[in-house]
């Protein structure tokens, strides 16, 4: 069995400051990670995914999310938040059949 | 294009009524799953195909969900005697569907709106 919990709901940060996004799983085995963004009334967007090769994961539009198996988190961060960056943020891992299990979701504020 | 595409964007139907969804996966893709995102459950796996079979149907919330993919492209997702608890965005995804199944990058259409009256 497999889960994942987003610690917060909502964040809120201004343009330009960095952005901090939780992300706590459960897996039985070693799992894939992805993190997904979600803008409004649009489909789901990879940001980026682990596959059990470097820790550090690098993805677009600056975001990176380092995986620590010690702590099971995979959190998601950027340097300096964008206003394009206002959406929702899903932590998502890969189980058998590749089925995704999906957070609850961060919801993200950036403010001017 | 050379994403997924779903249709229709919007469906409105009346509580009773079968509607069905479709699903058009990226060219080349030979897996295809179907999720629900809802305001009370969040995002839920309903089904998968590898081809035209679907060896996981765990998520199908109940008898009047069923889909089907023929030609290992199209899928339609039928939904009989709606209920409003049926009211969600119904997204689709598809992958390579290669080895290593847990590593597939599943790459989403941007859904099916469907409100039940």
């Known amino acids: 069995a497999q889960s994942v919990t987003q610690l917060d709901s909502h964040v809120s940060v201004s343009e330009g400051t960095p952005v901090l996004l939780r992300c706590n799983y459960s897996s039985s085995y070693s799992p894939s990670l992805f993190w997904y963004v979600q803008h409004p009334n649009k489909g789901l967007q990879l940001l980026l995914k682990?596959?059990?090769?470097?820790?550090l994961v690098k993805g677009i539009n600056g975001f990176e999310a380092e995986f620590k198996k010690s702590e099971t988190s995979f959190h998601l961060t950027k340097p300096s938040a964008h206003m394009s960056d206002a959406a929702e943020y899903f932590c998502v891992v890969s189980g058998a059949g590749n089925k995704l299990t999906f957070g609850g979701g961060t919801r993200v504020l950036v403010k001017p | 294009g050379a994403g997924v595409s779903q249709s229709p964007s919007n469906k409105v139907t009346e509580k009773g009524k079968d509607v069905e969804l479709r699903c058009d996966p990226i060219s080349g893709h030979t897996a295809l799953y179907w999720y629900r995102q809802s305001l009370g459950q969040g995002l839920e796996f309903l089904i998968y195909f590898q081809g035209n079979s679907a060896p996981d149907k765990s998520g199908l919330p109940s008898d009047r969900f069923s889909a089907e993919r023929t030609g290992g492209s199209v899928s339609t997702l039928t939904i009989q005697r709606t209920q409003q608890e049926d009211s969600a965005v119904y997204l689709c995804a598809s992958s390579l569907g290669t080895g290593g199944w847990s590593t597939d990058t599943q790459y989403f259409g941007p859904g099916t709106r469907l409100t039940v009256l």
């Open positions: 682990y596959t059990s090769a470097a820790t």
